[in-house]
């Protein structure tokens, strides 16, 4: 069943939320299974068995996730976060985009609350990414939700207040994009590597 919450006078349901698990770390540390066994994602060991039609995490694809692409959520599309190791991102990145139409895209820079690489900006667990989303498209409650299961999970929203909040205020990518800038000390890429279209 479900859940729903009362958003702005309507019931919506819930984000289908999933992940593409590629076994490449410990599957008793892993946020993805972990968050999996609670019930606040579906996972998934094989590609084909993803959902065909949403938004899949990827960092390497050079596009930020923002406003214009709320609205492949909110009428029905899946969330999907890429699980495997930040040591194998790219051939991982490789095989999964060559066996998916789901639409990728990056995150805007946050710094990392889990233990293994807090603090760091970027470096997020599959959960924290996902939590991510759900924060900018106003389903604060399911990310909050997605978190729940780690000790540190509430910390991440403690440590990225004030991005977060102006992250899912922007009102364009190119906005979004240009927010990181005053959060985090980062060179701006040229204009060939704009992240914003």
């Given at each position: 069943m479900?859940?729903?919450?009362?958003?702005?006078?309507?019931?919506?349901?819930?984000?289908?939320?999933?992940?593409?698990?590629?076994?490449?770390?410990?599957?008793?540390?892993?946020?993805?299974?972990?968050?999996?066994?609670?019930?606040?994602?579906?996972?998934?060991?094989?590609?084909?068995?993803?959902?065909?039609r949403g938004i899949i995490l990827e960092p390497l694809c050079g596009k930020v996730f923002?406003?214009?692409?709320?609205?492949?959520?909110?009428?029905?599309?899946?969330?999907?976060?890429?699980?495997?190791?930040?040591?194998?991102?790219e051939e991982s990145v490789q095989q999964v985009m060559k066996k998916t139409r789901l639409i990728p895209r990056m995150l805007p820079l946050l710094l990392a609350a889990n233990p293994v690489n807090w603090g760091k900006p970027g470096r997020l667990t599959t959960a924290e990414a996902l939590a991510t989303v759900l924060y900018l498209v106003g389903e604060e409650k399911q990310a909050q939700q997605i978190l729940g299961a780690f000790r540190w999970g509430q910390r991440f929203f403690?440590?990225?207040?004030?991005?977060?909040?102006?992250?899912?205020?922007?009102?364009?990518?190119?906005?979004?994009?240009?927010?990181?800038?005053e959060f985090f000390d980062i060179e701006r890429p040229d204009d060939s590597e704009d992240t914003s279209r």
């Open positions: 479900e859940t729903t919450w009362k958003i702005s006078g309507d019931f919506m349901p819930e984000i289908s939320v999933h992940a593409i698990w590629l076994a490449q770390d410990d599957p008793k540390k892993n946020t993805a299974v972990l968050a999996s066994k609670r019930g606040d994602m579906k996972l998934h060991k094989r590609i084909n068995t993803a959902p065909k923002g406003p214009e692409d709320h609205k492949i959520l909110i009428s029905g599309g899946s969330l999907v976060g890429l699980d495997c190791s930040w040591a194998h991102i403690e440590l990225n207040k004030e991005p977060l909040e102006a992250y899912a205020q922007a009102k364009t990518s190119a906005e979004l994009v240009d927010l990181q800038f």
